[in-house]
């Protein structure tokens, strides 16, 4: 068997760039005459921006530091052992670059037990230890103090999680096993299943105290200091801490199946990692930690050999690092200020606009309409979320009067944008509309004013085409909710000149949007790649297969809605209006549903009605379907609509619509909630071999998004 020490060289041997974390231990007297204490500080030499990871090296390096602990311990020289982080920062888990790295299980089952290995040596010292959450803690940071007798958490503490399952993962060094032990089945599910798979929730310091994970809460400025006093009245038995017995009943199983339930409705059984986790919580029922453990490494190994999770990390890398350095963007010296922004239009989408503009940029904004009371309801829009803000406590009233002051509304364009820097339109998605709308705006907006158009299909090189400076035009294109969903498809029309386009770009990352170059074609990216696949959804149902199956087809995807739901939520007209877009364009490929046509002219808002509470065909919608009789499998049809997406994609490449096929997963992640398991989509049309069928090659190269060869 190899030693602890053994495993951790070897694996620190195939990760030479670890950023290394080091263990220092001091000692100090704790107050009220407690004795003499260890605390042991992870500090990886940088500030708070570049966060304490644990890699192999930084893992030897905390077992060497127990060396030293245990020996003082044992001595009996030492009352105590206390574990905390640098400033703002307790730790942040494994070092995810390291996982990427690894080509073998044994190599995988060695990161796994050399984590258990050191870890489960602080609850076996011969005095209590104890963890003071001072910050941000995620997966293997917050592991490391569950091996400890006792926590303390910051009120100011951030951020708090298990993210491990919304990667593709498990908390595979405890944390499966010790944290329904330690606050019940219930509670465990909910931070390590619910939260992750909601978008990685994290918590806060008062939620990670209500919880039970700490067993006492203190205020940042004096956290350590209170957290020692609190640690002398434990040692000195003045304070006595008190934890619920844990129900091992069926209220267990019970979290357990609910688990299951939260994973069905996100992944749909697409991704193994929610479901690895559940299955270690429900061993650990009978509280055999070193079962727990062992299932924990075999968990992790299995995981980090298997695509869903190279596919994770690598789409956490795209939003994390390539969504912060746009492909493509023109250097950032040659985007002109924007001090006032005007907005054409005041509907929702306008609004919504409007809103995102004055919260971010803090700069007046003007809407102008048709009639003065459309304006006057898309101030009154802005208003009244700025109240909703207030009311939350998300801004002060000194804030919210400010940002107020700053909209207004006109119905005179010279009036409202004649020193406008940024003008964007949202009015009908109809070419000659916009033209229109541009050519107004050009005649009374400063020379130097980028105008910006939000069209999600139309040309922007056409629209732009009618005007004497048509270089200063961009697209501009947001994703509904605008509040919700990061992307901005920031497009170049032909004509489009860089400083309008850097510009675009400056802006874009004060809305704190995710942007991503798209050169000028149909429909972009998103609403390109959603409406082939919705079109060979409905290509399908006409053709005969029943709605039901089309839907479940598609399931295995785990996507965050199906398909008919989302038609729903973009709204079937425009849904027809994209796909009536792309048919001229490229007739070939996309169709226009005579279906889809149908409901629209019915006026339906969508396929289904829920008046059980779950989707059901709405009666009148299926009297107007008219299918043919050819009936499909799930399985036939799933295949169809992943060759049709896989075939897009291509062509989308070939053709330059964005630099890479990082791109298009980047915009799948980010503008239609596509999951990380899939990588976006093309890590999963590599892996289930799609691409290959369908192109002749991978869309990217092995071990990207996959384990390397």
Not at 251 to 256: E, F, G, I, S
């Amino acid at each position: 068997m190899s030693t602890t020490a053994e495993l951790l060289k070897g694996a620190a041997e195939l990760f030479p760039g670890e950023v290394v974390t080091q263990a220092h231990v001091r000692h100090f007297d704790l107050p009220l005459g407690a004795g003499r204490f260890a605390l042991i500080t992870l500090d990886n030499g940088h500030d708070h921006t570049k966060p304490t990871t644990l890699g192999p090296q930084s893992l030897a390096n905390i077992d060497a530091a127990i060396d030293q602990v245990e020996q003082e311990a044992a001595a009996g020289s030492v009352v105590g052992v206390g574990v905390t982080g640098k400033p703002f920062i307790f730790a942040v888990g494994a070092d995810l670059k390291g996982v990427e790295l690894l080509k073998r299980h044994e190599d995988a089952l060695a990161i796994g037990k050399g984590g258990h290995d050191v870890f489960k040596r602080l609850s076996k010292l011969a005095v209590p230890t104890f963890a003071y959450y001072n910050g941000a803690a995620m997966g293997g940071g917050v592991e490391i103090g569950l091996h400890c007798s006792y926590r303390t958490v910051s009120a100011a503490l951030p951020a708090f999680s298990l993210p491990e399952v919304f990667l593709g993962l498990v908390p595979g060094w405890g944390g499966c096993t010790l944290l329904p032990n330690l606050i019940g089945a219930d509670k465990a599910v909910s931070v390590i299943i619910e939260n992750s798979l909601n978008q990685n929730r994290q918590l806060k310091g008062a939620q990670v105290h209500e919880l039970g994970i700490a067993d006492a809460i203190f205020e940042g400025a004096d956290f350590l200091e209170q957290s020692l006093i609190w640690t002398a009245s434990v040692l000195k038995g003045e304070i006595q801490v008190e934890r619920p017995v844990i129900d091992r009943g069926e209220a267990w199983d019970q979290a357990v199946a609910k688990g299951r339930f939260i994973a069905d409705g996100k992944v749909h059984g697409a991704a193994p990692a929610a479901y690895r986790a559940l299955d270690i919580i429900a061993a650990a029922k009978n509280g055999d930690l070193q079962q727990g453990y062992d299932a924990e490494d075999q968990a992790l190994a299995d995981l980090i050999m298997g695509g869903e999770l190279r596919s994770g990390i690598y789409a956490f890398n795209l939003v994390q690092k390539r969504g912060k350095r746009p492909a493509g963007a023109p250097d950032k010296s040659l985007a002109r200020p924007v001090t006032k922004v005007g907005v054409v239009g005041a509907g929702l989408m306008a609004s919504q606009l409007a809103l995102l503009f004055l919260r971010r940029l803090e700069v007046p904004v003007v809407l102008t309409d048709i009639d003065q009371e459309r304006v006057d309801k898309g101030v009154g829009y802005v208003h009244a979320e700025i109240d909703k803000l207030l009311g939350k406590g998300r801004v002060n009233q000194d804030k919210a009067n400010r940002l107020k002051a700053l909209v207004t509304g006109v119905l005179d364009k010279a009036e409202g944008f004649a020193d406008a820097d940024f003008v964007i339109e949202a009015v009908f998605e109809e070419m000659s509309v916009k033209q229109k709308v541009f050519a107004e705006v050009e005649a009374v907006a400063p020379a130097h004013a980028i105008l910006a158009t939000n069209t999600s299909s139309l040309s922007v090189t056409e629209m732009a085409s009618k005007l004497k400076h048509p270089e200063r035009v961009v697209g501009f294109h947001f994703f509904n909710p605008v509040a919700i969903l990061p992307l901005l498809e920031i497009v170049r029309g032909e004509q489009t000149d860089d400083a309008a386009l850097a510009t675009a770009f400056g802006v874009a990352k004060k809305l704190k949007k995710t942007a991503v170059l798209v050169k000028d074609a149909p429909a972009f990216v998103v609403n390109r790649i959603l409406t082939r696949f919705m079109g060979e959804i409905q290509n399908v149902i006409d053709e005969g297969t029943p709605v039901a199956v089309a839907e479940k087809a598609v399931e295995p995807l785990g996507l965050p809605m199906s398909p008919l739901v989302l038609l729903e939520l973009v709204g079937p007209a425009i849904g027809l209006h994209v796909s009536e877009t792309l048919n001229r364009a490229f007739p070939e490929r996309f169709t226009v549903s005579p279906n889809l046509k149908a409901v629209v002219e019915a006026g339906k808002r969508g396929f289904y009605v829920y008046d059980s509470g779950k989707p059901e065909l709405d009666p009148e919608v299926a009297a107007l379907l008219k299918q043919g009789d050819t009936v499909l499998t799930e399985e036939q049809v799933r295949a169809r609509v992943l060759d049709a997406v896989a075939q897009e994609i291509g062509l989308m490449l070939d053709e330059g619509v964005v630099a890479e096929a990082q791109d298009i997963d980047l915009c799948l992640i980010t503008g239609a909630g596509w999951p990380f398991h899939l990588g976006g989509i093309t890590p999963y049309l590599d892996r289930e071999g799609v691409a290959e069928r369908v192109n002749g090659k991978r869309f990217l190269e092995a071990g990207v998004a996959s384990v390397p060869a």
